[in-house]
């Protein structure tokens, strides 16, 4: 089966670094994205992976390896503003996303 | 920029009761998706259309049907609406299956 793994809910200090690990097994791979979701409001897009590597974003950076099936999100300079779930999210080989669950961070003063 | 638009933003409906939730997008995407979203599951696909005139059946198609007229709406039908049912729909676009995708602000349904 295909899934998607990633800690249900984080906290974190403002001010601070937090990062937030993926794992997955999915039929095929064509890419990661983790999306921002605030409570009550869509889902909005942070970054993609395609590539081994870190793509960095501002204070937002992704991370993967594909041979291993894992991601993290790293968020740095953490702002109060930045209280939200983080989705991770694979494509597979039909091209279809196969979504985590989230990851609810906290942030606290 | 409206983006993609989704009505009504909330409802309460009797089970048994049909309804359509609307959808429409502005940004010529060709693909469209239907999730829904409950409390401690990622988001499942129920149908999607990778071009107008096509639909799919995703990973939780079951008392939903869509049509796909034209490129810009979507929209999803409840032919007989059941308390699973309840939940928070969103609808998204994309430029193809490996791009970004783009949410509606959802609609939340009751299904008493």
Known sequence: ?109 | TAGITQAPTSQILAAGRSMTLRCTQDMRHNAMYWYRQDLGLGLRLIHYSNTAGTTGKGEVPDGYSVSRANTDDFPLTLASAVPSQTSVYFCASSAGGEAIQYFGAGTRLSVL
């Not at chain 1, 590597?53 to 937002?60: D, Q, S, V, Y």
């Open chain 1, 1 to 109: 089966g295909q899934n998607i793994d990633q800690p249900t809910e984080m906290t974190a200090t403002e001010g601070a670094i937090v990062q937030i690990n993926c794992t997955y097994q999915t039929s095929g791979f064509n890419g990661l994205f983790w999306y921002q979701q605030h409570a009550g409001e869509a889902p909005t897009f942070l970054s993609y992976n395609v590539l081994d590597g870190l793509e960095e974003k501002g204070r937002f950076s992704s991370f993967l390896s594909r041979s291993k099936g894992y991601s993290y999100l790293l968020l740095k300079e953490l702002q109060m503003k930045d209280s939200a779930s983080y989705l991770c999210a694979v494509t597979d080989s039909n091209y279809q996303l196969i979504w985590g669950a989230g990851t609810k961070l906290i942030i606290k003063p």
